[in-house]
């Protein structure tokens, strides 16, 4: 069963900018969250979604927002990059009950200057 | 609310050493708890699980107890190999809906021949 893939691998953007970022889930998972991961603060949630629908949201500022399609494919989209925004955002899928372990993709890399 | 505690690295062993990290957690009711493990470059791969109270999650020579009296989870291992350097997150499944993890800071691994 193929993995849980995230697109881009890595990312150059300027300050202001605006990035989307794609994460293709396991087959037959229909949980997506998403993390973002620095040095400093660790591992961050930012969102998970079910079903289309926005499940649980993290402590984040309205530029940080994501979308899920109909076959669970989701994506995340930065507004109005800021150099702080720099990080490894990660996506895991799993089967969408509670305590269901996370499965992770490589992440995307972004780079804001 | 829900939270992970782990302790704080660097680590770093001889080859065979025996290895603990610590994790202590924080949670309404009964989560399920997770080790992963992260190399270089690479997203989070799952090295074990418990889901109640007494269980014993273990993967390529790794063990830990899930402990509701200490509310903890601590790794171990008994002889640690080169290949064992990475960095090690402790994770719980939150109470609340959905299936949102926290995850603690990350304890990094090196092992030197």
């Known amino acids: 069963k193929a993995g849980v893939t995230q697109t881009p691998r890595y990312l150059i953007k300027t300050r202001g900018q605006q990035v989307t970022l794609s994460c293709s889930p396991i087959s037959g998972h229909r949980s997506v969250s998403w993390y973002q991961q620095t040095p400093g603060q660790g591992l961050q949630f930012l969102f998970e979604y079910f079903s289309e629908t926005q499940r649980n949201k993290g402590n984040f500022p309205g530029r940080f927002s994501g979308r899920q399609f109909s076959n669970s494919r989701s994506e995340m989209n930065v507004s109005t990059l800021e150099l702080g925004d720099s990080a490894l955002y990660l996506c895991?899928?799993?089967?969408?009950?509670?305590?269901?372990?996370?499965?992770f993709g490589p992440g995307t890399r972004l780079l804001v200057l | 609310g829900d939270s992970v505690t782990q302790m704080e690295g660097p680590v770093t062993l001889s080859e065979e050493a025996f290895l603990t990290i610590n994790c202590t957690y924080t949670a309404t009711g009964y989560p399920s708890l997770f080790w992963y493990v992260q190399y270089p470059g690479e997203g989070l791969q799952l090295l074990l699980k418990a889901t109640k109270a007494d269980d014993k999650g273990s993967n390529k020579g790794f063990e830990a107890t899930y402990r509701k009296e200490t509310t903890s989870f601590h790794l171990e291992k008994g002889s640690v190999q080169v290949s064992d350097s990475a960095v090690y997150f402790c994770?719980?499944?939150?109470?609340?809906?959905?299936?949102?993890?926290?995850f603690g800071t990350g304890t990094s691994l090196t092992v030197i021949p």
């Open positions: 994770a719980l499944a939150a109470s609340n809906t959905g299936n949102q993890f926290y």
């Open positions: 895991a899928s799993s089967p969408p009950d509670r305590g269901e372990t996370q499965y």
